[in-house]
């Protein structure tokens, strides 16, 4: 076992190195910086905060409440889910209490909102008229994964924050510092493939390093992939090129591979190859060939068609258009 493992505890390490202040943030530079200056200016607006999972939107939210409350923040702070299954009045009946109920000196609370796109348009409609009603004493902040889903009159009484996936630098980054606090020895290799297997997602990579690190090995490319059911680059690689070169059936076995052994799901390697579509060492005619048969599968993938069969699809195409 690492050092880590004479207390373990069993704590998560997303909790435990979340950053509690916007300067600990990693990447996001830009953002992190207009936040502050709300901050300074002791001049919060309502934000509302987009962008995929794990990259920081709750994070920023709570770093927020603790630079505007202190040791106070816990209790001017509500996070609420606006997925919760008890329904929109439930979220609602408790941003009316919350708001409603005593300051302790402060001019307003701030009530986060995740999930915010999973509200019906009349749903949002409820909670505009809320946060109007309340917007002296309380200040909103919403997530979502899609801004495009908030009705405009709720995104026009936000400051809106689009948070993208994190740079490969931001990730490691973060990847360095809690190994070392940890005690945990991760090799180049074992970094490099938690970037890789990550895609920009600081809770994927934060939670491969602890899961990799419970083997009390060192952390390396052989243990991350196998955790995280990642392909490496060079078989997904490998699979695409024999297809092109007209090889259907080592294709098709490649990607049985990937599916059985692996364990990848084939949205996954969807995902996998259209990451990697310019890296690999394909003409640029075969590299757009495979943009549109990835785009395709993708397609009929989110519509419910069956992976295994889209993928064969798009490797047979690819090896027919060799032909
Ligand atoms: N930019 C970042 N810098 C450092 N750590 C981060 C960053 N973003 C995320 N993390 C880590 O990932 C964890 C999850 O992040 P967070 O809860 O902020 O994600 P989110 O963007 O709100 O995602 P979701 O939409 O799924 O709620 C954090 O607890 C923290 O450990």
Redesign the pocket.
């Known amino acids: 076992m690492s050092e880590a493992g004479s207390s373990p505890g069993r704590e998560v ?3 435990k ?3 509690q202040t916007l300067g ?5 530079e830009d953002i992190v910086e207009r936040l502050q200056s709300y901050i300074d200016q002791q001049d919060l607006p309502h934000l509302l ?1 987009s ?10 939210a709570t770093a927020i409440a603790r630079a505007v409350y202190g040791d106070d923040w816990r209790g001017n702070f509500l996070e609420l889910n606006a997925s919760d299954q008890r329904g929109i009045d439930v979220v609602r009946d408790r941003i009316k209490n919350f708001a409603r109920s005593a300051f302790g000196g402060y001019d307003y609370r701030i009530i986060f909102l ?2 915010a796109d999973s509200l019906t348009s009349d749903a949002q409609s409820a909670l505009r008229r809320t946060m109007e009603q309340f917007s002296d004493n309380t200040r909103f902040i919403l ?1 979502c ?1 899609y801004s495009s889903k908030i009705i405009d009159p709720i995104q026009s009484r936000c400051a809106v924050f689009r ?1 993208g996936p ?1 740079s490969d630098e ?1 990730i490691e980054a ?1 990847v360095r510092e809690t190994a070392a606090q940890e005690g945990i020895e991760v090799s180049e290799d074992g970094v490099e493939a938690l970037v890789y297997a990550a895609s920009g997602d ?2 994927r990579a ?1 939670n491969s390093l602890q899961a990799a690190a419970t083997t009390g090995e060192v952390v390396d490319e052989e243990a991350v992939y196998r955790i995280t059911s990642t392909a490496r680059p060079e078989e997904i690689e490998a699979m695409v090129s024999t297809a092109i070169d007209g090889d259907f059936l080592a294709a098709r076995s490649t990607l049985d591979t990937l599916i059985t052994d692996v364990g990848m799901a084939g949205g996954d390697i969807i995902d996998q190859l259209h990451r990697s579509v310019w890296d690999f060492d394909l003409t640029q005619r075969e590299a757009i060939t495979l943009m549109e048969r990835i785009g395709e599968a993708d397609y009929r993938i989110t519509e419910g068609a069956n992976e295994q069969v889209q993928l064969e699809a798009l490797l047979a195409a690819l090896a027919l258009d060799d032909a």
């Open positions: 390490w997303i909790e190195y979340r950053p600990d943030i990693k990447g996001h905060f962008g995929p999972a794990g990259v920081g939107k709750t994070t920023s995740d999930e997530s994964n948070f994190l931001a973060q600081m809770r934060i």
